[in-house]
């Protein structure tokens, strides 16, 4: 067993995290459905065509040791989507968090925050992390509000970093937190999640 190899699974009051399975394919391509997320251009979510590869390839991630996938379950217990630890090295202790997407139901709530917590939280807590990166489109700005409202800081833009499946060149905008930056970027986090539990 180690931490580095074997996915935990992460619980919190508004969200868990557990390791995806082949059985969550129907669920994750119904939280995808919710906003047809597949249809948005500057990010890479499932659809009733690609579910099958995209499952593929995240099983093979982990089995290779670079990547670990997670189910995401609100509250309920019911799955809205996914997340994953992505560039896994655990010889210079790096890893990156991504590969998410959210039901439409689910964004912009606290479920997100309490994930990232949690995430956090297993990196820098766990796997003693020096440094968990965030990448995300140059044009995908509701991403980038996030990724700075969690306290990561932007390290700069990989120019024509990947090739999308429309053909499309992207920009990558890529930000960090550093394990002295933990504590503060927690304290954030946490306050955000007690803030909006008051509110609800």
Sequence with gaps: MSAWTDPPTLEGGHVTLRPLEPEDRDALLSASADGRLWELFYTVAPGPDTIDYWLQNAFRE??????????????????????????????????????????????????????KLLLLGYAFEVLDCVCVQFRTDWFNKPSQRAI???????????????????GRVRDTMTYSVLEQEWPGVKLNLETMLARGSRKT
């Design 148 to 166: 700075e409202r969690l306290g990561a800081k932007l390290d700069g833009v990989l120019r024509g970093q990947r090739i999308m499946p429309d």
């Design 62 to 115: 982990r089995s290779e040791g670079r990547g670990m996938a997670f189910a995401v379950l609100d509250a309920g217990g019911s799955v809205v989507g996914t997340t994953r630890y992505l560039r896994m090295n655990r010889a210079n202790r790096r890893v990156e968090i991504g590969g998410t997407f959210y039901a439409a139901r689910a964004q912009r709530t606290g479920l997100n925050t309490e994930a």
